[in-house]
């Protein structure tokens, strides 16, 4: 190459303060601006010889004022172009190129990173600069995309759309060539703060680190999960034992029972008498259980009709019979699969329902009504009864080998008249939930009508004490409920007849009266007084034997253990 004489160009502009034209063997060939200064032009000679050292474009080196000059390097084919900009004021680029000597690096990096790769658009939506890595992505040469319309090049984007409207757009999802990508999109604005064109970058760059994301995302999902259902667990173990009212001994020992038995996933039949509270006990078994989280479908053994019990029970194929629904339906034992299944009434259950029952219970095996294909189901009985369950044995009404099937443990829940100490407790859940059905203000017991709520005998147990609650608040004119009020409900007509009366227990003078002129006593209940204290008496004469019992009184077995079940003497 010949050798060239330095020569003067014209005068640059402001932000232009000087050109340096270096040969291939570095030999100064042409200067302009402050890089006619021979120490200004030393100084960037040298930041060039540094820079080609680390392959980096951009250098800054110190002006003659102190202030920091940019150079931009331009590699020609013999020559190499050196151009010197200072900017008057602050300037963020200025800046950073300035004082990061490593600048070069870092705009290098935001160009070719895959993971921080850059699309430019101008104003008008046109496609300014390319990735590499999104070049080779969409297969396409260098540069080839430039100068067209970036809705040409890229599918489904919406870069055009942020450099016109000049809203940025964070985390988007956009799918190319069958990979869906997250990206963000945004507007590049100039010294004025008019647009000027948009951006977008991607985060990540294809569907491995995609999925990795997304495997994240679902393993935290499935730990948030885990962390609800210990949560709602935690609230469930609370919430099945808090239904069921009451703080004495006996039901202290029932709480205790279910907590021991709840969890060991064994047959449990709970047994006592009517409106004692097995439903409440059977839902807190299987809130307890390892099975919560599946159905508790609950059965009425007693409404189950003969001729539907399988239909019912095992559930039927489509077009079984007559009426049938079209895709057929799942019977209740299917329907408890991995749960619960509760039978109440389980006493009162048909002999021919008790066979098929006893079939299932052996394997959980069953087939629907209409099909062949045999099917299983796992689920934890739970049965519940009033019946005594010995005497119909005797009397063959109800199966031995189902009873020990169902019996496995057996849980008897206390009549009323056992814990009279949970009146006040139940009677103040009856009030509020009277109160909280008809937007009222619950009512309050007075401490005479609890006494008289205590003396009774509850032949109905819970049941007929929240009912009978909720009738003194219908009647009541006060918000608080005294003895007298139970005698409105008499007036009324409305008195269960085998409560005490309320005007009896207000002038208990009464009771040890003979009846006045007007006044009947009924011979059905002076004979049942009579015997029951037989009974009684010979049950402590003979130790309990009930064979004995039953021959000396001249009265069946069968008969005699329905009456110790009326007396709460069953078991």
């Known amino acids: 190459m010949e050798t060239v004489e330095m020569v003067r160009p014209r005068p640059l502009a402001s932000t232009l303060r000087g050109v340096l034209i270096l040969a291939a063997d570095g030999k100064e060939l042409v200067a302009s601006g402050i890089a006619e200064q021979r120490e200004m032009a030393t100084r960037i000679v040298s930041g060039w010889h540094e820079a080609r050292r680390r392959q980096r474009v951009l250098f800054s080196v110190e002006g003659p004022d102190a202030s920091p000059v940019v150079v931009v390097v331009l590699p020609e084919a013999d020559v190499t172009v050196l151009v010197a900009m200072v900017r008057e004021g602050r300037d963020a680029l200025f800046e950073f190129v300035s004082t990061v000597d490593f600048a070069s690096d870092i705009l290098a990096h935001f160009l070719t990173n895959p993971f921080e790769a850059l699309t430019v658009v101008d104003k008008a939506g046109m496609l300014r600069y390319m990735s590499p890595v999104h070049e080779r992505f969409f297969g396409m040469k260098a540069g080839s995309g430039i ?194 299944l509760f ?43 009033n019946r005594n369950f010995e005497a119909m044995i005797d009397e063959g009404t109800f199966r031995l080998d189902l009873f020990y099937r169902i019996g496995a443990v057996v849980i008897r829940l206390p009549a009323l008249r056992e814990r009279l100490d949970d009146i006040p407790l139940l009677a103040d859940l009856a009030l509020r939930n009277f109160a909280e059905r008809h937007g009222q203000q619950p009512k309050k017991m007075s401490a005479q009508a609890i006494e008289f709520l205590k003396a009774q005998s509850w032949p109905g147990n819970v049941r007929q004490l929240m009912h009978t609650v909720e009738r003194a608040a219908i009647f009541s004119e006060s918000d608080v409920i005294t003895a007298a009020d139970f005698g409105q409900i008499e007036s009324a007509g409305a008195e269960p007849p085998m409560l005490m009366s309320a005007r009896t227990y207000l002038n208990p003078e009464r009771k040890q009266s003979q009846p006045a002129m007007g006044e009947s006593v009924s011979v059905s209940s002076a004979v049942e007084q009579v015997e029951e204290q037989l009974i009684r008496t010979a049950m402590m004469q003979y130790d309990g034997n009930k064979k004995r019992v039953a021959s000396s009184l001249g009265i069946s077995r069968s008969y005699l253990y329905k009456r110790l079940g009326q007396m709460g003497l069953a078991n």
């Open 147 to 340: 100068g067209r319309h970036v809705t040409d090049v890229i599918e489904n984007t919406h870069l055009h759309q942020v450099a016109e409207s000049g809203k940025s757009e964070i985390g988007s999802l956009q799918e190319m060539r069958g990979v869906t990508r997250v990206v963000t999109r945004h507007p590049i604005m100039n010294a004025r703060g008019d647009t000027v064109g948009a951006i977008g970058q991607v985060m990540f760059k294809g569907p491995e680190q995609l999925q990795a994301f997304s495997n994240e995302l679902a393993k935290l999902k499935s730990e948030v999960a885990y962390y609800r259902r210990e949560l709602k667990d935690l609230k469930t173990r609370g919430y099945g034992l808090d239904q069921i009212v009451g703080e004495s001994l006996a039901m202290q020992r029932l709480k205790q029972q279910i907590i021991k038995v709840a969890p060991l996933d064994v047959p449990v039949l709970l047994t006592g008498e009517s409106g004692t509270g097995k439903e409440l006990a059977a839902h807190a078994i299987h809130k307890l259980s390892v099975r919560r989280d599946a159905n508790l479908v609950m059965v009425n053994a007693a409404a189950l009709p003969a001729t539907l019990v399988e239909s019912e029970l095992f559930g039927y194929e489509a077009g079984s019979f007559t009426g049938a629904e079209r895709k057929g339906r799942k019977g209740q034992i299917e329907q408890a699969d991995q749960g619960s």
């Open 343 to 385: 039978f109440d009434e389980v006493g009162d259950m048909p002999a021919e329902v008790q066979v098929k029952l006893l079939r299932v219970l052996q394997d959980g095996s069953f087939q629907r009504v209409g099909g062949n294909e045999p099917r299983h189901s796992n689920f934890r009985l739970i049965s519940a009864s």
